[in-house]
């Protein structure tokens, strides 16, 4: 008996450079060819809502979830809808009473999946700090779609998502704060809303005990805005995501980030912190960012 062949999974990546993201994002919706999962913040990026058009008009199904509050009120929730649902796509709102909806991923067919730091805004793609994950990994592919059917739904979060992803409210301080704990040397932080007192704390007691703690929180690197909120602990693994370290973030705000631990991957991360354009915080670790600080 021919024993049955095991599918090869890509490793992931990671793209960070401003040049690179927009493209790799279009990639993935021209290449879906059954089903588009999109879950989102922010869009007024007029490539995104072609590619979406020429998706739904060669017979994608494209289902996108969408905040019901932002800044600015329903005029603008209403001219992203409206923008949504002339591509064609199938759109619903995350209708939670309490918890805001903040998590920006894409998932293309059985995958790739794409968890980003950014809006699909101009901005976003041009002017900001700011990274995706693109994922093979089966678990975070059907994990992802579960999560948007349950958001979608008024349903509870799957309890069996994959532990490579985070995700607030319901577990995101549970996860960081284990992260951080169990660094072993270092810890490398881009985050200028980090506000959160116990994590705060925690990274400070780290660096009492001798790990490197970089916390880069001021609101700009070099030429960009700081946006995206990216980690890396012991050179080893990486989390990039939606979700800032502040407690709004991670427990009033449905969030999604994931962590990456393929080699080539957290090494392109690593290749972000060498060539920031800033200086870490300089002893004890302070609030960075408000408390309440406005959602982007």
Same mark, same amino acid.
């Given at each position: ?19 690179? #993201?927009?493209? &790799? ?8 060819? #059954?089903?588009?999962?999109? @879950? ?6 007029? *490539? ?77 793609? *041009? ?22 059917? &349950? ?40 985050? &200028? ?14 660096? %009492? ?16 805005? @700081? ?10 693994? %990486?989390?990039?995501? @939606?979700? %800032?370290? %502040? ?7 449905? *969030? ?25 915080? &300089? ?14």
């Amino acid at each position: 008996m021919t024993p049955a062949k095991t599918r090869s999974v890509p490793p992931d990546r990671v793209i960070a450079a401003v040049s690179d #993201r927009r493209p &790799a994002l279009l990639d993935v919706i021209r290449d879906a060819k #059954r089903e588009i999962t999109l @879950s989102l913040f922010r869009c007024n990026d007029a *490539e995104i809502f072609a590619e979406l058009t020429r998706a739904v008009a060669r017979g994608v199904t494209v289902n996108a979830l969408v905040t019901s509050r932002a800044k600015g009120g329903k005029k603008k929730l209403k001219k992203l809808w409206d923008a949504l649902q002339r591509t064609g796509a199938s759109v619903h709102a995350y209708t939670d009473p309490v918890v805001k909806y903040h998590a920006k991923y894409l998932v293309a067919d059985e995958g790739p999946a794409v968890v980003a730091s950014q809006n699909l805004t101009r901005k976003c793609f *041009e002017r900001t700090c700011d990274a995706l994950v693109l994922t093979h990994d089966p678990d975070v592919v059907s994990g992802l779609r579960r999560l948007m059917a &349950a958001d979608r739904d008024a349903a509870a979060m799957p309890q069996d998502l994959s532990p490579r992803l985070i995700v607030g409210p319901e577990r995101a301080r549970r996860q960081f704060t284990a992260l951080i704990d169990q660094a072993k040397s270092s810890i490398r932080l881009i985050d &200028a809303k980090l506000s959160d007192p116990d994590l705060v704390e925690r990274l400070n007691k780290r660096r %009492a005990e001798g790990l490197t703690v970089e916390v880069y929180g001021s609101k700009r690197l070099g030429a960009l805005k @700081s946006h995206g909120k990216i980690m890396l602990i012991d050179n080893r693994l %990486a989390v990039v995501g @939606s979700l %800032a370290l %502040a407690a709004l973030s991670i427990d009033f705000r449905r *969030e999604v980030a994931i962590i990456v631990e393929d080699p080539a991957a957290v090494a392109d991360v690593e290749e972000v912190f060498r060539t920031i354009d800033a200086v870490p915080t &300089a002893g004890r670790i302070a609030a960075t960012g408000a408390v309440g600080g406005a959602v982007c």
